[in-house]
């Protein structure tokens, strides 16, 4: 009977501790479920991240950027070729920093190539010879060379003022040396258009807009707006937050690109043009966290459309264009 009894306490005395054992099992694996929620949710705090650009008074850095573009026209049934090579470097420097965040910041061009190459001619123009060119349609460059242009860019990346453009293009066209007031006038006109809204096309070609709140890989948001290229087209772009690693930000961008809701044709002088382009500009640019600033960027575009003239006596042309090409840039505090 005792033994029976000691039998009885030994099986109870094993399961106990086997109970025991899964107790102490489980309650261990608890807490490696309830540390690893802690740690991912740590992780998806990490990931996601507030963009903004974040300048302080004094610093410097050099936007350096490279272009090649085809232009492919159709006049009277005769396919033309025009192939354009720019490449520049800008010095830019952060003069002010109002209380918004919103940056006041000089640049000035360091360096300028441009190239254009058709059948018809070749327009060639590099600031590293230091020579003034007598030729009209490249004199621009040698006031962009001397003339400081000043901006305020906002923490989102949004231009909010811009000067120094009018300045630069009064010299450019006093440098053509045009007697005739009127045609002085229409040339001013033409080239005002030209460059279109300054705002917008600054803020285009330099900079990515950052959105309000925060983001995490996979979000995406957009930025719309309409410049003044010949005729009002219009430019809407997607952002997608790819990836965050090492302080650096992977932005893919595509911007869609389509003539304007109210585009009707810009008269310079007697010539009435409309230009109806249509297309995208693929990229991607990675961004560095602490400044702001883009490390790298590359952009595919590949745009059509057609341009129309008239003249009088209403005289109609319409001429089939398309434009392929890509960019690439940097910027490099200095």
Known sequence: MASSYLL???VLNQKSK?????????????????????????????KTVL????????????????TTMQMVQTMMGEETKMDTVVKQTVKCEVVDVKKDGTAVIKTKFDSIYFKMSSPQMTLEYDSSKKQSTDNPMLKVFDFMMTEPITFEMNPLGKIVEIKGLDSLLEKAIESMNIEQPAMKKQMRDMMQKMIGDKHNQFSTKS????????VKPGDTWNFE???????????KTEYKLVELKN???????????????????????NLSL???????????????????LIIDSSQTYNFHGTMKGTMPPQQEITIPISYKGTTTAKMVKI
Do not use: W
Request: with cysteine.
């Open 274 to 292: 409309q230009m109806n382009i249509s297309g995208e500009i693929t990229g991607i640019q990675k961004i560095d966290l602490k400044t702001g």
């Open 18 to 46: 086997e109970e025991i054992k899964l107790s102490n099992t489980l309650k261990k694996g608890m807490c490696i479920v309830f540390l690893s929620l802690i740690v991912l949710g740590t992780f998806s705090a990490e």
């Open 225 to 235: 707006q309409e410049i003044q290229i010949i005729s009002p087209t219009s430019f």
């Open 8 to 10: 009885e306490d030994i």
């Open 247 to 269: 302080n650096v930000a992977s932005i893919e961008s595509k911007m869609t690109i389509k003539p304007g809701e109210e585009s009707k044709p810009t008269q310079f002088g």
């Open 51 to 66: 963009l903004r650009y974040h300048f302080a008074k004094g610093d410097k850095f050099l936007i350096k950027g490279s």
């Open 207 to 214: 900079f990515v807009t950052f959105p309000e709140n925060p």
